[in-house]
């Protein structure tokens, strides 16, 4: 019986050549393997960019600070050097208006008025991701205000967001955006005097030659009003025609209006310093 099942097997038809099964079972190796290396690939990619993002987020609190340091000094250069295999820096200019008001006899008068715009640290969201809608402050990490008090405070505000589609592109991102910085010099003479700075980015030499940010400080405003001054209200508010998506959501400040109340006898000063920022300019 046996042998006449072995016969009958052969007969067979349906059955298949161990030749061709040996090749359907190399296939279906190949295929997985494949599958493995190519999700391999993709996880090792998407550490990668994950570790570069976070040590971006360093050079942007860099690069801030830099802002600093050149705002208020005319002709002061400071260069910030990054690497990156996925990210790239970029500069898009004109994406916030910042209005000065000074409450003066009665009425509010508007003192100055300036359109900055910012640093970002952009990341396709096919390396990174770090989901639609994310936002989370950097610097500072405990307030959303564009005014910050005291000396140490930063002019710039860093956070990382993430928001897709947009007009540029889908990305991960990290942010530099300026804000005003407030010193009441009470806190050390005993004088209440108010001073409010704020750097203003406008576009320089965009060569993307080098990964690197060059900071210039190409001009300072001061402006000390004159009269009996007992407000100032400061708005920073996206400049409508701007690119799609920098709207005032994409910066999350807590308020687009900040109001301060000056006591009697208290002087009011502004600085504003207006600061070139060149992509790549170095080589």
Same mark, same amino acid.
Request: aromatic share 10%; charged share 10%.
């Given at each position: 019986?046996?042998?006449?099942?072995?016969?009958?097997?052969?007969?067979?038809?349906?059955?298949?050549?161990?030749?061709?099964?040996?090749?359907?079972?190399?296939?279906?190796?190949?295929?997985?393997?494949? &599958?493995?290396?190519?999700?391999?690939?993709?996880?090792?990619?998407?550490?990668?960019? #994950?570790? /570069?993002?976070?040590?971006?987020?360093?050079?942007?609190?860099?690069?801030?600070?830099?802002?600093?340091?050149?705002?208020?000094?005319?002709?002061?250069?400071?260069?910030?050097?990054?690497?990156?295999?996925?990210?790239?820096?970029?500069?898009?200019?004109?994406?916030?208006?910042?209005?000065?008001?000074?409450?003066?006899?009665?009425?509010?008068?508007?003192?100055?008025?300036?359109?900055?715009?910012?640093?970002?640290?952009?990341?396709?969201?096919?390396?990174?991701?770090?989901?639609?809608?994310?936002?989370?402050?950097?610097?500072?990490?405990?307030?959303?205000?564009?005014?910050?008090?005291?000396?140490?405070?930063?002019?710039?505000?860093?956070?990382?967001?993430?928001? &897709?589609?947009?007009?540029?592109?889908?990305?991960?991102?990290?942010?530099?955006?300026?804000?005003?910085?407030?010193?009441?010099?009470?806190?050390?003479?005993?004088?209440?005097?108010? /001073?409010?700075?704020?750097?203003?980015? &406008?576009? #320089?030499?965009?060569?993307?030659?080098?990964? =690197?940010?060059?900071?210039?400080?190409?001009?300072?405003?001061?402006?000390?009003?004159?009269?009996?001054?007992?407000?100032?209200?400061?708005?920073?508010?996206?400049?409508?025609?701007?690119?799609?998506?920098?709207?005032?959501?994409?910066?999350?400040?807590?308020?687009? =209006?900040?109001?301060? &109340?000056?006591?009697?006898?208290?002087?009011?000063?502004?600085?504003? #310093?207006?600061?070139?920022?060149?992509?790549?300019?170095?080589?």
């Amino acid at each position: 019986m046996l042998s006449q099942a072995r016969e009958n097997l052969r007969k067979d038809n349906r059955a298949v050549s161990p030749a061709i099964s040996t090749v359907i079972m190399t296939a279906a190796i190949v295929v997985l393997v494949l &599958v493995a290396i190519t999700y391999a690939n993709s996880s090792l990619t998407n550490q990668i960019a #994950g570790d /570069e993002f976070s040590a971006s987020k360093q050079f942007m609190q860099s690069t801030g600070l830099q802002i600093d340091n050149v705002a208020w000094t005319i002709g002061r250069t400071e260069t910030v050097d990054y690497t990156a295999n996925y990210g790239q820096v970029t500069f898009v200019p004109n994406v916030i208006s910042y209005t000065f008001q000074i409450y003066k006899g009665n009425s509010w008068q508007t003192l100055y008025s300036c359109t900055t715009g910012m640093i970002l640290f952009n990341m396709p969201v096919r390396d990174y991701s770090l989901g639609n809608n994310y936002f989370s402050r950097i610097m500072p990490v405990d307030s959303g205000s564009f005014l910050q008090w005291n000396a140490s405070a930063s002019v710039s505000q860093i956070f990382a967001t993430q928001k &897709v589609p947009m007009q540029d592109g889908s990305y991960a991102r990290i942010v530099a955006v300026p804000t005003v910085r407030v010193l009441n010099s009470a806190l050390v003479t005993g004088v209440s005097d108010y /001073e409010f700075y704020l750097p203003c980015l &406008v576009s #320089g030499t965009n060569q993307y030659h080098s990964q =690197s940010v060059t900071l210039t400080g190409s001009s300072l405003t001061n402006l000390t009003p004159s009269g009996t001054i007992t407000q100032v209200r400061i708005s920073a508010t996206a400049v409508s025609n701007s690119p799609t998506g920098f709207n005032n959501a994409f910066f999350n400040f807590d308020s687009t =209006s900040e109001t301060i &109340v000056i006591p009697s006898g208290a002087s009011t000063e502004f600085y504003i #310093g207006t600061v070139e920022v060149s992509i790549g300019m170095a080589s």
